[in-house]
């Protein structure tokens, strides 16, 4: 099977440098920021700050979807396509990080319309930076494919990203709820969060422009002609790319209901107004469960690489998302009194959802390559648009199932809670996400390419590059 790779400036022997990792993880610390006040603080302010029910927010998130699912693809063809001086992905950093910004902010402004109206906006605004989403993030997800053919670098890197995306995550975290408090001082709550998304913006932007400077597209297919319907259809019929996005799917699924449940269980469960003050940084109690995740998520990416050289991407994948599911049920049993006991089961399950990040975009760069080798065509874009569309997929069906199950909970924002919404909040945080972390495990049994299968695949391609 020919190949249609040459690797220019980098081997599989040769290291990508300290400053490349750094600047291609400063993208993820873009995405992540945005990413992480959307997929902790979105519904909640769609609910209790823009003003819309939790049904009609579960509806939105996936009615959206159906075009979103479209998009990716879209965006993977079209950057595959792309042929310019900078390569085919860096362009789109450049191009997308101003509009990435603007179109975050516009999402968490509040017009003053009806309710009917204002879900039309919100139907609008989250539409659009779900479509500027994937302007950047496909094609910053399809890089990594392209900085290096070498399968240790490329997990080396993973690891890097998810690093910086969890300190993006942290920062967000941290920081978020007291600029919001910060704003409130002088403004309304709503300009207060529109307020908060403008510093995050410019933040985001910035770093975007950095990834671009400094980083390198070296893995570039040799001259191809284009075959849209071939590639697709190659795609249709990639086995392991179907079992990574379903596995993809269900791990973000198991995040984003927790990461969407999670304010509002501790101010309806909990229910407990406390600061806890750090190094002059002064936390709700909520804020400090989500940077104890988001640590903890950190700890399991810079572990992944070692863990996985010696297990293996797909053995360690499945061990940790079957910890994280045990670890959940076991949450469900705690009361509002354990809080001690909630942050340890907090910091042990994000510790092992951690892990399974960086492994999951390395197995997607294996995938690619795998492609090539049984088909003879390379289409990295299209095939890494699936990462993003199963994290979009994932988020958004996490999110629909997150507004459905707190109106199917009897919830009503800014009232006393039930003791069935308590109950679902429990559900919410335990139980329902861990059978998402279950259906992750049992795509895996599926996947076959291992370490020595990839190794036979990374040889042949080289052979066939060479003759």
């Not at 993973?158 to 975290?173: C, T």
């Not at 390198?216 to 990639?238: A, C, G, I, Y």
């Not at 999951?360 to 990462?387: C, H, N, Q, V």
């Given at each position: ?66 075009w979103d699912a479209i998009n990716d693809p879209l965006m993977g063809i079209l950057s595959d396509k792309t042929t310019t001086r900078f390569g085919k992905f860096r362009p789109y950093l450049l191009l997308m990080a101003i509009p990435f910004g603007l179109v975050g902010i516009l999402t968490f402004t509040t017009p003053d319309l009806s309710e009917s109206n204002k879900i039309i906006y919100a139907y609008i605004t989250y539409t659009l930076m779900m479509m500027v989403y994937t302007g950047i993030n496909v094609p910053y997800s399809s890089l990594l494919g392209v900085i290096t053919s070498n399968p240790k670098e490329r997990t080396s890197l993973a690891s890097y990203r998810f690093i910086f995306a969890f300190a993006g995550s942290i920062l967000v975290l941290a920081t978020a709820e007291p600029l919001v408090k910060f704003f409130e001082e002088s403004n309304t709550p709503q300009v ?276």
């Amino acid at each position: 099977m020919a190949t249609l790779t040459e690797v220019k400036s980098i081997d599989q022997h040769e290291k990508v440098s300290l400053r490349e990792k750094v600047a291609y993880g400063l993208g993820d610390a873009a995405s992540s920021t945005f990413w992480k006040m959307f997929s902790m603080y979105m519904l909640f302010f769609y609910t209790d700050v823009f003003g819309i029910s939790a049904a009609a927010v579960g509806t939105m998130f996936l009615v959206t979807r159906i075009w979103d699912a479209i998009n990716d693809p879209l965006m993977g063809i079209l950057s595959d396509k792309t042929t310019t001086r900078f390569g085919k992905f860096r362009p789109y950093l450049l191009l997308m990080a101003i509009p990435f910004g603007l179109v975050g902010i516009l999402t968490f402004t509040t017009p003053d319309l009806s309710e009917s109206n204002k879900i039309i906006y919100a139907y609008i605004t989250y539409t659009l930076m779900m479509m500027v989403y994937t302007g950047i993030n496909v094609p910053y997800s399809s890089l990594l494919g392209v900085i290096t053919s070498n399968p240790k670098e490329r997990t080396s890197l993973a690891s890097y990203r998810f690093i910086f995306a969890f300190a993006g995550s942290i920062l967000v975290l941290a920081t978020a709820e007291p600029l919001v408090k910060f704003f409130e001082e002088s403004n309304t709550p709503q300009v207060a969060w529109q307020s908060t998304m403008t510093v995050f913006a410019i933040f985001t932007t910035v770093l975007f422009f950095l990834t671009f400077l400094g980083t390198k597209e070296r893995v570039k297919p040799k001259k191809q002609k284009t075959n849209t319907l071939q590639d697709l259809k190659n795609l249709s019929k990639n086995k392991e790319w179907f079992i990574m996005l379903g596995a993809g799917v269900s791990c973000l699924i198991f995040n984003s209901i927790r990461d969407g449940a999670s304010i509002y269980y501790f101010k309806y469960f909990i229910a407990s107004e406390s600061n806890l003050e750090f190094f002059g940084i002064s936390l709700t109690l909520s804020s400090l469960f989500l940077v104890i995740g988001q640590l903890s998520n950190l700890v399991g990416v810079v572990i992944s690489a070692s863990v996985a050289n010696k297990m293996g991407k797909r053995n360690t994948f499945m061990m940790a998302m079957v910890s994280a599911a045990i670890l959940s049920f076991m949450f469900y049993l705690l009361s509002s009194d354990q809080l001690v006991l909630i942050y340890i089961l907090q910091a042990g399950i994000s510790l092992f959802a951690g892990m399974v990040f960086p492994l999951m975009w390395s197995m997607y760069a294996d995938i690619a390559d795998y492609s090539e080798y049984k088909t003879g065509r390379r289409s990295t874009g299209l095939i890494f648009s699936s990462s993003s569309m199963s994290q979009k997929m994932g988020w958004t069906l996490g999110g629909a199932l997150s507004g459905w199950l707190l109106s199917y909970f009897g919830f009503e924002a800014n009232t006393t809670a039930s003791q069935e919404t308590i109950n679902g909040l429990k559900m919410m945080l335990s139980i329902i996400p861990a059978i998402g972390a279950i259906l992750s495990v049992i795509f895996l049994t599926r996947y076959k390419l291992t370490e020595s299968f990839m190794t036979d695949v990374q040889k042949s391609l080289r052979e066939e590059n060479e003759s």
